[in-house]
């Protein structure tokens, strides 16, 4: 090869280095950055028309231009791979800043907007009535010790009355989801010396075929008072008052049956009058009556139990259905929508 020809290559090597680096630049995406890679060191790039032409050369032109093309094709290939990764991190940080100035609380027109699941709703408002007429609202574990869901409130083993509470049992043993939240009665009264105005809700479950009124997880709610001399009247003063306030009913009513309960002496069930009719409708069952809860003076045993005197202290327990409640207050007809997460449903609340 001439000197001249040598020169020549050479120059057309430096200017494919200098083109492609100015090209390379200004690339501002991957989708140009590949159409860039391709056009110079491609099957058919710039580069293997280069290679190509080497076939063509003397063995001694090929000896300088051979190294010098593979030079060219290390150094574009090192570009190439530096300008990926300039990109990529770009793209990074430019997700980063979005991500950082992103505002959860913005409003977007037409989304969904959430809303207190009713369980929420009447759980705020039977607490506040049950504040506002002295009581402290407390909390007990779902996971109880088998002696405080049933053997402290007076509930042995073997216990017929166990059999009213079909329970699930845990592998743990002495553990289970409580039954009712009666137990909560007892951790308040083991915590603390009376006078005592407690309440709780919570979820309770039982191993229930479910149907429209049962569930195998459900809220109660339970109130507690213990003080010198209470009796049954202090109970339906406090049933009434409540219910009157849940309801925003001053005409409502009780009634009692006498009924069954191994942690009250006597026990009783409760009934209020239908909060929305006066001559019996759906919701009533045309009886004008609808079933409360249970209720009752606290067992000598239970009070002894759990560390107070009964011949000084006398106390009444209620427990009622919540979840019931909440059907009633907002005319829901079956108890499974309450858990089935059924966004038309939820909305309206
Ligand atoms: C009890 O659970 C007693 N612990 C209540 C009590 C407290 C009695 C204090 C005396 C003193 P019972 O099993 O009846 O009682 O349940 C009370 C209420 O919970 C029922 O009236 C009903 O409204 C509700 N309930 C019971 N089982 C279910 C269920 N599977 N699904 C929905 N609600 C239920």
Not at 115 to 133: D, G, K, R, T
Request: aromatic letters at 8%.
């Amino acid at each position: 090869m001439s000197p001249i020809n040598h020169s020549l290559q050479q120059t057309r090597l430096q200017e494919t280095l200098t083109n492609a680096f100015e090209r390379l630049a200004r690339i501002k995406n991957q989708t140009e950055l590949e159409a860039l890679r391709a056009e110079f060191i491609g099957r058919q790039g710039v580069l293997a028309r280069l290679m190509d032409e080497l076939k063509t050369l003397s063995l001694e032109e090929k000896r300088v231009q051979g190294p010098a093309l593979n030079e060219l094709k290390k150094t574009l290939t090192e570009a190439f791979t530096a300008k990926e990764v300039e990109l990529l991190q770009q793209l990074l940080e430019q997700k980063a800043a979005r991500a950082s100035s992103f505002d959860v609380t913005a409003y977007r027109p037409g989304s969904l907007q959430g809303s207190l699941h009713p369980a929420s709703h009447i759980i705020e408002e039977v607490e506040n009535i049950l504040i506002s007429m002295g009581y402290e609202i407390i909390d007990g574990p779902e996971i109880e010790r088998e002696e405080i869901n049933f053997e402290a409130l007076n509930i042995p083993k073997n216990h017929p009355a166990r059999d009213l509470q079909d329970t699930f049992w845990l592998t743990i043993p002495h553990l289970l989801p409580r039954t009712h939240t009666s137990s909560v009665q007892i951790r308040g009264m083991q915590q603390r010396q009376p006078p005592l105005a407690l309440a709780t809700t919570g979820r309770c479950y039982r191993q229930e075929a479910t149907d429209a009124s049962h569930d195998f997880v459900f809220m109660q709610c339970e109130i507690l008072l213990v003080d010198k001399k209470i009796s049954l009247a202090n109970l339906f003063a406090t049933a009434k008052l409540f219910l009157q306030g849940l309801f925003k009913q001053e005409k409502l009513e009780l009634r009692i049956r006498p009924s069954y309960f191994p942690f009250v002496e006597p026990g009783l069930e409760m009934d209020m009058s239908c909060p929305f009719c006066s001559t019996g409708c759906s919701v009533c069952k045309k009886s004008r009556w609808i079933e409360i809860g249970g209720a009752g003076l606290i067992h000598p045993h239970v009070l002894k139990a759990s560390g107070i005197n009964p011949e000084e202290y006398s106390g009444f327990a209620f427990g009622f259905g919540l979840t019931r409640l909440i059907m009633l207050k907002y005319g829901i007809d079956d108890i499974r929508h309450l858990h089935s997460s059924k966004v038309d449903f939820l909305k309206q609340f």
